[in-house]
């Protein structure tokens, strides 16, 4: 089992910056790949980022330039972050931090709310 837990939401300014930050813990040996997705009200689930342990990286064209995903990672726990800077309205989305594993296991965080308005 992995487990995921997002922070760093809030509301920001148009053109401002963001950090989300997702703490992953359990059977990291078993990830394969990690993500940041994205739900504004009345759309589906999107990918908004990811990246693979080999280092691969993968952005939506709405947020390339803009967002940047990395990892940190220690013994016992990875740390996955979304740096995301000149957020705009269209932005705003309950943002879900995904990890990938073995089987075709997907674990999903509980999700952090993102607020780009003036």
């Known amino acids: 089992q992995v487990q995921l837990v997002e922070s760093g939401g809030g509301l920001v300014q148009p053109g401002g910056s963001l950090r989300l930050s997702c703490a992953v813990s359990?059977?990291?040996?078993?990830?394969?790949?990690m993500g940041w997705y994205r739900q504004a009200p009345g759309k589906q689930r999107e990918l908004v980022a990811a990246?693979?342990?080999?280092?691969?990286?993968?952005?939506a064209d709405s947020v390339k330039g803009r967002f940047t995903i990395s990892v940190s990672r220690d013994n016992a726990e990875n740390t996955v972050y979304l740096h995301m800077t000149s957020l705009k309205p269209e932005d705003t989305a309950v943002y879900f931090c995904?990890?990938?594993?073995?089987?075709?296991?997907?674990?999903w965080g509980q999700g952090t709310q993102v607020t780009v308005s003036s």
């Open positions: 995904k990890a990938a594993g073995w089987g075709n296991m997907d674990y």
């Open positions: 359990g059977s990291i040996f078993t990830i394969n790949a």
């Open positions: 990246k693979t342990v080999g280092g691969s990286t993968d952005y």
